[in-house]
């Protein structure tokens, strides 16, 4: 079946930097968009970057343009989202997502937790 695990996040201090990984299995990975989305304290989740499938082209939410970056590994089945000048509104849950044009529903991770306060 479908598993997304996130992993990277952590306490940081603001300004500083994380990399999220999400590692992918139970479907070919190559043939899914990825993307990232985060839900802050009290907060709906939001959606952060995404990725195509080859990792050719890629979208940002305006809130994290210049900071974060996302792509992707295709031969090694993980995404990653590296963040950098980090402020406190970015403190949040981050999950990863999948999405086959062959799905009828997308996937989610079990999110990892990002804090950034100094």
């Known amino acids: 079946q479908v598993q997304l695990v996130e992993s990277g996040g952590g306490l940081v201090q603001p300004g500083g930097s994380l990399r999220l990984s999400c590692a992918a299995s139970?479907?070919?990975?190559?043939?899914?968009?990825m993307s990232w989305y985060r839900r802050a304290p009290g907060k709906e989740r939001e959606w952060v970057a995404d990725?195509?499938?080859?990792?050719?082209?890629?979208n940002y939410a305006d809130f994290v343009k210049g900071r974060f970056t996302i792509s992707r590994d295709n031969a090694k089945n993980t995404v990653f989202l590296q963040m950098n000048s980090l402020k406190p509104e970015d403190t949040a849950v981050y999950y990863c997502?999948?999405?086959?044009?062959?799905?009828?529903?997308?996937?989610w991770g079990q999110g990892t937790q990002v804090t950034v306060s100094s």
């Open positions: 990725i195509t499938s080859a990792g050719g082209s890629s």
């Open positions: 997502y999948a999405k086959s044009w062959i799905w009828s529903r997308g996937y």
């Open positions: 139970g479907f070919t990975f190559s043939s899914a968009a």
